[in-house]
């Protein structure tokens, strides 16, 4: 629950993002330097990750709130596509959700629906017209979202991704708000930190690595993010909060706490989805 000292408050860009999602640049400008940028650093992470065997699954998180972890995770999931590999981009952020913003996705069956009502993976994947990218959202806001994906059957779910394709790029919550990444981090082949420079604390970075370390994560590297040069258009503004319209009906929906944010302004991407076919998961 927010603290009543300090109320989380949203600003304007705030607003936008969280109805929009992230900017795709790679998507809307793949001549422009930032998108250049995504595909120099998916070249890092996939050399980076070449001594991992069956290297498939990539968690990407922060330490805190507005770094950036969202449109890097999904900005790169394009670049992978791009490179003809049969990409899904899973939404495993519950508490503050973009993906099925940036690619106009309805967002009433998601994950959580796979793992608390037993709907099929398959069910809720969606294509986008982006060739080779797969998507699935978060799903409705769960009572209990680490457990949900600390579960034996997010295990068995985790499973059948990397049957079906090429490779899983995970969006996850930042490190030092909740548990949920940290219940993902033995579910993925390697683990990328997002930061943003003259933004994201020193002391928080070395708490997001400790614990990083403490779960035998396989890091693969640190994204940094200049804050100045978010303001552009294409900036890593995220506005991290606990409140919801799309929550699942229970009298118990836990809540946490957070702080105040440092949005960006960014650009609106457009995408269209159809259902795609995939096989069951019992």
């Given amino acids: 629950m927010f603290s009543k000292k ?9 607003l936008r993002y969280s109805r929009y999602g992230v900017p795709l640049v790679t998507v809307q400008d793949p001549q422009n330097v930032v998108a250049e940028q995504f595909r120099v650093l998916r070249a890092n992470i996939d050399f980076a990750a070449a001594s991992l065997k069956n290297f498939k699954t990539v968690l990407f998180t922060s330490a805190e709130m507005s770094d950036g972890k969202s449109t890097a995770a999904q900005n790169l999931a394009v670049t992978w596509a791009q490179t003809g ?12 959700p973009t993906l099925h913003k940036t690619f106009a996705i309805p967002n009433e069956h998601g994950l959580t629906t796979v793992l608390a009502m037993h709907e099929q993976p398959a069910s809720v994947i969606h294509s986008t017209e982006i060739p080779n990218l797969y998507v699935m959202t978060s799903g409705p806001m ?19 991704m990397r049957e079906q394709f090429d490779m899983v790029v995970i969006d996850s919550t ?42 035998k994560a396989n890091v693969l590297g640190v ?3 200049d804050q100045r040069r978010a303001d552009k258009g294409y900036g890593y503004g995220y ?30 991407p457009k995408a269209s989805v159809t259902d795609t076919d995939a096989s069951k998961v019992e």
């Fill in 6 to 14: 300090n109320p989380q408050k949203l600003s304007a860009n705030d």
């Fill in 85 to 96: 590999k049969r990409i899904l981009l899973l939404d495993a952020d519950f508490r503050r």
């Fill in 142 to 160: 769960p009572p209990n979202p680490s457990e949900l994906l600390a579960s034996d059957k997010m295990l068995r779910v985790a499973s059948w």
């Fill in 174 to 215: 930042p490190l030092l708000l909740v548990p949920d990444a940290q219940a993902l981090i033995p579910r993925a082949d390697g683990v990328v930190l997002v930061a943003m420079l003259n933004k994201t604390k020193r002391r928080s970075m070395a708490t997001a690595a400790h614990i990083l370390k403490l779960a």
């Fill in 223 to 225: 994204v940094s993010r």
């Fill in 239 to 268: 506005g991290y909060g606990y409140t919801s319209t799309n929550v699942m009906k229970t009298n118990d929906a836990s809540k946490a706490s957070s702080s105040k944010t440092a949005p960006a302004k960014r650009k609106v």
